[in-house]
């Protein structure tokens, strides 16, 4: 049932029906718990506090991720705690706290590669990778990117290949790699006033 719940909380995600997802999901957070299978709480948690921030619901995503990392430092579970790291690094890089982000991102991202990440952390990993690119780091947000797409491409979650392709393509742009990011054109991702527009460009599939 576990299994399911997640499942569907993907479909659901790749159809934007949003809520439905984080219905999904918090459904998945009960038969965690109720199992005694802290981690993958802890990804539920995580992977519905992704669609409120999709959704800009910042407050709550900000609160369910630390009610995340509470449940994951309680139990001891570094992995969990690099899960909900990583989505409180989301949140603020949202609101300009770069640093911050950076530096959730540099704990969490390495313990979650060695692991293999929960697919909501590979769409937060394009983030990082996103915040690179900002920084002008094109190597490091090509490397980060090319990583975390070939994960949804063997599991099939077309919603974080589009999120990695934004990532990438703009990289690739930025670099003057006219040809090599060619295909960012199909998207049609208008250009961001704010980085959190940049975000939430067109979402959907």
């Not at 995340?68 to 899960?83: D, K, T, W």
């Not at 409180?88 to 979650?112: K, N």
Request: aromatic share 8%; glycine share 8%; with cysteine.
């Amino acid at each position: 049932m576990l299994a399911a719940a997640n499942r569907l909380g993907q479909f659901h995600l790749t159809l934007s029906r949003m809520e439905e997802a984080i219905s999904d999901f918090e459904s998945a957070e009960g038969i965690a718990a109720q199992l005694g299978e802290v981690e993958a709480q802890v990804n539920a948690v995580c992977a519905a506090a992704l669609v409120r921030f999709n959704l800009k619901r910042m407050e709550e995503t900000r609160l369910q991720a630390h009610r995340a990392l509470e449940i994951a430092r309680a139990a001891g579970s570094p992995v969990a705690e690099a899960s909900a790291d990583l989505v409180l690094g989301l949140e603020r890089m949202c609101f300009g706290a770069t640093t911050d982000a950076e530096a959730s991102f540099d704990r969490a991202v390495p313990v979650l590669r060695k692991v293999g990440p929960p697919l909501h952390a590979l769409e937060a990993i394009g983030f990082a990778g996103l915040l690179h690119s900002w920084q002008l780091d094109y190597e490091q947000a090509d490397h980060a990117v090319g990583w975390t797409l070939q994960r949804p491409r063997t599991l099939g979650v077309p919603y974080h290949i589009i999120m990695n392709l934004f990532v990438r393509g703009m990289a690739l742009f930025n670099q003057g790699r006219l040809s090599d990011g060619a295909w960012f054109d199909l998207w049609r991702i208008p250009s961001p006033k704010t980085g959190c527009d940049n975000a939430f460009s067109n979402r959907k599939l």
